[in-house]
């Protein structure tokens, strides 16, 4: 059989862009997605995959996707890792700019992209073979916590999307997958959730013991797609074991009851 063709959104940084290296490295064709095209060279560059600079916002850039995988493939997978985090205020002084954009980035861009593939997804499906949709919500979209208004709502969003879209797939061999990460270190997702703020970015991680990578994130995501095909995982929640909960996380080093801090090395 070929290789497997995988698409993969938010491809530019962090989690999407491990996700790319990690399927290269097994061996996939892979379309890395994103808007910044200096981002998207430097990766083609270094892993060999191809690149399509898309606003998932933007219809007539999905649309433009869609072409360009049916005239050069087609496509087996489809991984919806672009999003993100506006602001960290109360329902009541939130900017409805900031939920805006997390709503077209997390839900509507995630619906485009999910409506314009699909009919490829169905043509790759060969016999004993499945097609994968698996999208990167957040443990924000099954736990609410104050300050988390718009970034809950638009992840419970596209997590329930999930739901519904595996009901309606269901009797075709078609996985829909979700992975909902807890903290994971990245460079960009903090920077952005507070406006370019570095002090504030950074205070979300300090002291907490080993928060998740991006590698962590897109090894089990290559892990989920590569399990045998009547395999379904269909949500897998992946946190720091630090973090109980998006509003409860500890700080500092993590130790048994019953013992001595100073002697735990």
Do not use: C
């Not at 996700?19 to 095209?37: I, Q, S, Y």
């Not at 309606?168 to 807890?182: H, Q, T």
């Not at 897998?236 to 700080?251: D, E």
């Amino acid at each position: 059989m070929p290789p497997r063709r995988a698409v993969v959104t938010g491809a530019s940084s962090g989690m999407g862009a491990e996700t790319v290296r990690l399927l290269r490295a097994h061996g996939w064709d892979v379309v890395g997605v994103a808007r910044r095209v200096d981002r998207l060279e430097a990766l083609a560059a270094e892993t060999g995959a191809e690149v399509f600079a898309a606003d998932l916002t933007q219809q007539e850039d999905v649309d433009a996707l869609a072409a360009y995988l049916a005239e050069s493939g087609g496509v087996n997978t489809l991984v919806n890792i672009a999003g993100g985090a506006l602001g960290l205020d109360s329902v009541e002084d939130g900017q409805v700019d900031d939920w805006q954009w997390m709503f077209d980035i997390n839900v509507l861009g995630v619906k485009r992209v999910i409506s314009a593939l699909l009919p490829q997804l169905r043509a790759s499906i060969a016999t004993g073979t499945v097609a994968d949709i698996l999208t990167v919500t957040s443990i924000a979209g099954h736990t609410s916590y104050e300050g988390g208004g718009g970034y809950n709502a638009s992840k419970f969003a596209a997590h329930s999307m999930m739901d519904v879209l595996r009901l309606e797939l269901n009797g075709e061999p078609i996985r829909v997958l979700e992975i909902a990460p807890g903290m994971v270190y990245t460079d960009e997702f903090s920077l952005v959730r507070f406006k370019g703020d570095v002090a504030r970015a950074a205070a979300v991680y300090s002291n907490v013991p080993e928060p998740l990578t991006a590698l962590d994130v897109a090894t089990t995501i290559v892990s989920m797609i590569e399990l045998p095909p009547h395999i379904s995982l269909d949500l897998v929640v992946i946190k720091p074991v630090a973090q109980a909960a998006p509003h409860k996380l500890h700080r500092g080093a993590l130790v048994a009851k019953g013992t001595d801090p100073e002697t735990v090395a």
